[in-house]
């Protein structure tokens, strides 16, 4: 056998099939089979029937879609002022924003739980907003990575035309720098939009007791209910599958 | 393709690898090998500073310095002349064991709660312990010799397929289930009752257990209330109520709860009563004693109180599973030989003190543990109390008391050890049937799940 390229992936292919295809294939077996292990589709079918398993389903939806947009909101402002900043060692300046991703997130979210307390006097009383903070503060360095990346890499000559051109600060912002950022907008939003939405650790940890669709998954284990807890899993992968498609589209475009 | 073969080929030589070594069963004539499972920390690991060392009055010193595990190997050694080798391992909850086991991990000797034991009984997955394991004249016999006769009875009284569970357990730790509250924002009248838990005097400063046999139970007596303050109730029957219409009344008082919790929690709470986040907790009784120990180091003074209405016994005991010992009467004995050997009252000392939960043995004829009650809680002063205890040693009454500032009858002294009233509105909760299981699993997620807010 003549060496080939392709057998330098031969170690990820190893792991893949090990840890991730095996134990998809087993996911998806439980999915579909129940107690007596015959097939059987009513693990699906009572996923779409039960109104608490859809109303968590769009909850989680709902925390995910918030987070990343507050995400956006912050991140994007501050790529953009990173990008364009003068100062002669810039990714001083990104490391600084990156920092927070070096400590453990389980620490991060207690000291966070105590900065919560000291404000808001009692945490139970504010869930959602407690969510959301702790998932931006979780995922912000996610979505400034992939923004200062693009922007940075922006040509300056291209906005100077822009500007020879007559468009003034705002046309400017919307018809060149937005369009050209739009790659680094979509990786930004899949690095915390998926995983946001399952993260129930934070939840946890600043005492919101609503499951979103991680924590949902977990009850049925604990209740030796491994099928519908398959069932649940799969339909999250089929989400996120369809959202990466959606995703691939609006790039390619 | 002889890619696609070179690859398939690995991996079924790796598969097969980690197979041949996950069900090698010990093959050695003169070791024996002894798979425990147990749960984190329930066990002394050793390591004790010099000056934790107890000291009893009758001058013995007990000190943690090795594992108990590998003290036991050293004993087994010792005294039956055979080595034994241990592989110990742990899991976190009675769910996460029997997950484990259904995947196919082995075990010979496990940990669990009384309702998970009961479980695999109906399940005939256990090994029944050997006629000689109860006899009180054998010298090594420290279980049998050890195990206080009233909780034995209550352990006896449960019964799973006509055989009681003492067939197949021997019981390892003990509580009940109460309310660690601070006494400077809770009233001892309002910490004495489940209802605590859906007081809105108390809003969003209180914890429920995040664990849904705990908070069910709470639910349940609420549920109950009525007719467990009629006289002589039948507390077994009235706490292990999971008819659907129970079932859907409990639902209801613990969303509630739900509303009205700070948070439904596993192990948090302990650090939330500490840093003052909360002030009433419910709580296994160990849990309780190590909450109110660091509390008080950190100057906050807790206590404990069992619910007026009744409230939940719990046991955890060691059983030994048929596949793991598989027949093997060398593993056999050695298993029985590791209970014996914890529960050698030295050994129950160094649990009871590195762990905080409180040991079924209680020593028969040797003082040990009695003299580390005393170690513990004991005091001189002039204004000691007495605190009767005799009933767990014995029947007869006065027989074993202990001497002990009137503080402790609110604090660890009484969450270690409850009084004998207090055991008697304790009832314990068996396992679900399996459809009765179903119902409070649904429950239980129609709790936590989301709803939309035109639904509740």
């Known amino acids: 056998m003549r060496f080939k390229r392709s057998f330098l992936s031969i170690p990820y292919v190893i792991f893949l099939l090990i840890f991730v295809m095996a134990p998809l294939a087993v996911v998806l077996v439980f999915a579909f089979t129940n107690g007596s292990g015959r097939p059987t589709l009513s693990n699906f079918i009572g996923f779409f029937r039960s109104s608490r398993t859809i109303a968590t389903l769009v909850y989680s939806l709902f925390v995910a879609f918030i987070t990343t947009l507050v995400c956006l909101l912050i991140a994007y402002p501050t790529a953009l002022a990173l990008a364009g900043s003068g100062f002669r060692r810039k990714h001083i300046l990104l490391l600084l924003a990156v920092v927070p991703m070096w400590i453990n997130f389980t620490l991060r979210i207690t000291a966070l739980k105590e900065v919560l307390d000291a404000i808001e006097g009692n945490l139970a009383f504010y869930p959602f907003l407690n969510t959301i903070i702790g998932q931006v503060y979780d995922f912000l360095p996610f979505m400034i990575l992939p923004l200062y990346n693009v922007l940075d890499e922006i040509d300056p000559s291209l906005l100077e035309a822009g500007r020879d051109l007559g468009a003034g600060k705002a046309g400017l912002f919307f018809s060149v720098m937005l369009p050209l950022s739009k790659p680094g907008i979509m990786s930004g939003i899949t690095m915390v939009f998926l995983p946001a939405m399952t993260n129930y650790v934070v939840l946890d940890m600043l005492y919101n007791s609503t499951f979103i669709m991680g924590s949902l998954i977990g009850s049925y284990f604990n209740a030796y209910d491994w099928h519908n807890g398959s069932m649940i899993s799969a339909i999250l992968l089929l989400l996120i599958a369809l959202f990466s498609g959606i995703e691939r589209k609006g790039e390619g475009r | ?456």
Request: aromatic share 12%.
């Open chain 2, 1 to 456: 393709m002889k890619k696609l073969i070179l690859i398939t080929t690995v991996i079924a030589l790796l598969l097969t690898g980690c197979q041949g070594t996950k069900s090698a069963t010990p093959v050695s004539d003169d070791i024996v090998t002894l798979r425990i499972a147990n749960c984190e920390e329930y066990i002394d690991e050793g390591g004790w500073d010099a000056d934790e060392t107890i000291k009893l009055s009758d001058g013995q010193r007990i000190r943690g310095v090795d594992s108990l595990i590998s003290d036991y190997e050293k004993w087994y050694r010792e005294k039956y002349g055979k080595r034994v080798k241990v592989l110990y391992s742990t899991y976190g909850t009675n769910e996460d064991l029997y997950n484990q086991m259904t995947l196919g991990n082995t075990f010979d000797l496990v940990c669990p709660s009384e309702y998970m034991i009961m479980k695999l009984m109906r399940e005939k997955r256990l090994e029944p312990l050997s006629r000689n394991f109860y006899k009180r004249n054998e010298l090594y016999n420290y279980y049998a010799k050890g195990i206080s006769p009233y909780l034995y009875k209550r352990m006896h009284s449960l019964t799973e397929g006509g055989r009681p569970l003492t067939d197949y357990a021997a019981g390892y730790m003990w509580g009940t289930l109460g309310t660690v509250y601070d006494p400077k924002k809770v009233d001892k009248a309002d910490a004495s009752s489940f209802e605590i838990y859906l007081d809105p005097k108390y809003k969003k400063r209180i914890t429920i257990k995040d664990s849904v046999r705990d908070t069910y139970f709470a639910g349940l007596a609420i549920d109950k209330e009525k007719e467990l303050a009629m006289p002589s109730p039948d507390y077994s029957r009235l706490l292990n109520d999971t008819s659907a219409r129970t079932v859907s009344m409990v639902e209801d008082i613990i969303t509630d709860m739900r509303e009205n919790a700070y948070s439904m929690e596993t192990d948090t709470a302990k650090q939330d009563l500490v840093t003052r986040k909360v002030d009433a907790s419910l709580q296994w009784s160990g849990d309780g004693v190590y909450s109110i120990d660091q509390a008080w180091e950190a100057g906050r003074r807790l206590c404990y109180a069992v619910p007026e209405e009744g409230s939940n016994l719990w046991f955890d005991g060691w059983v030994m599973l048929k596949d793991g010992i598989s027949g093997s009467s060398d593993r056999k004995q050695a298993a029985e030989a590791f209970l014996n050997f914890i529960s050698r009252p030295d050994s129950v000392v160094r649990n009871m003190y590195y762990i905080g939960y409180t040991s079924v043995i209680t020593g028969g004829r040797d003082a040990t543990i009695l003299d580390y009650i005393k170690y513990m809680y004991g005091s001189d002063k002039k204004n000691a109390v007495e605190y009767d205890i005799s009933y767990l040693f014995d029947d007869k009454k006065g027989s074993h008391i202990i001497r002990t500032d009137k503080d402790q009858l609110d604090r660890q002294l009484y969450a270690a050890y409850p009084t004998e009233d207090v055991l008697a509105r304790c009832a314990v909760m068996k396992c679900f049937s399996d459809p009765a299981n179903r119902r409070i699993s649904r429950m239980w997620t129609n709790v936590r799940c989301y709803r939309f807010p035109w639904e509740s």
